[in-house]
């Protein structure tokens, strides 16, 4: 992972000095790059109801599947106890 996010950085550096050398601005080489793109409610459109819906779906029922398995590890307790039962009151000889 860590030689993955290396070469990411080197190439980044690199085509970062590569626009540096021609005299070009980096930030309005990325927005001209970044301009043409859609927004994200024109790709949202773009995804016909019935996909969305069932992606919808899909994604709800993974995260209460998460949620009730996290619930299923917690340990059940059957304890009636309360924490003045746990420490009954000390039966020592009294103080001289």
């Known amino acids: 992972m860590t ?3 290396r070469a990411a950085l080197v190439i980044g ?3 970062y000095l590569a626009l ?5 601005d980096p930030s309005a080489e990325a927005r001209r790059l970044t301009g ?4 994200p409610q024109a790709a949202l459109d773009a995804v ?3 996909a969305r819906e069932r992606a919808m779906r899909a994604v709800l029922a993974r995260g209460l599947m998460a949620e009730l398995s996290r619930r299923a590890a917690e340990p ?3 304890d009636t106890l ?3 039962d746990r420490s ?3 039966r020592g000889v009294e103080g001289r």
């Open 3 to 5: 030689v993955l996010l």
């Open 36 to 39: 043409s793109l859609p927004g």
């Open 48 to 50: 016909p109801p019935e």
């Open 20 to 24: 540096m050398r021609t005299g070009a």
């Open 76 to 78: 059940v307790s059957n």
């Open 82 to 84: 309360e924490e003045a």
């Open 13 to 15: 550096v690199l085509s």
């Open 88 to 90: 009954p009151a000390w």
